[in-house]
């Protein structure tokens, strides 16, 4: 496990929480597993979980593994969802059906997220996740 991965993701999180609609429901992928993250009994309400993905190091042949170019991708998923008790016993997801309605809040998250992360100049997480994210 790459360290940067790690510390890249606790990063947006940071930068992200209680700064969308999703208020403090964004989590890393790392931890809590999301039935149990939303609560049950909870209506319906966005999240997000925060994913590092693709890490590669396509000039690694022939270079220093530290000096080597890195390809790291940053996914956030967005979704609505609550956690309800099924007769099992047992906690599961729940996902309300979509609607135009639902779309558009899974779109304002998005445009919320990508602000909160990229556009806020005032947020230290933020500069934290750019300087992973772009070197600078």
Known sequence: MSLIRAVLRLAAVAALRDRTWA???????????LVDALGVGDTAKPYIVV????DGRPDL??????????????????????AVMAESGDAVLEFPRTDAAMELVIDMVQSQALA??????????????RA???GH
């Open 61 to 82: 042949v022939g270079a220093d593994i530290y000096s080597a170019r890195r390809q790291l991708e940053l996914v956030l998923e967005i979704g609505v969802a609550s």
């Open 51 to 54: 994913f590092t993905d693709e």
């Open 132 to 134: 992973l994210l772009f």
């Open 23 to 33: 208020g403090p429901r964004v989590f890393d992928s790392d931890n809590t597993p």
């Open 116 to 129: 909160a992360v990229f556009g806020d100049a005032q947020s230290e997480w933020g500069a934290i996740t």
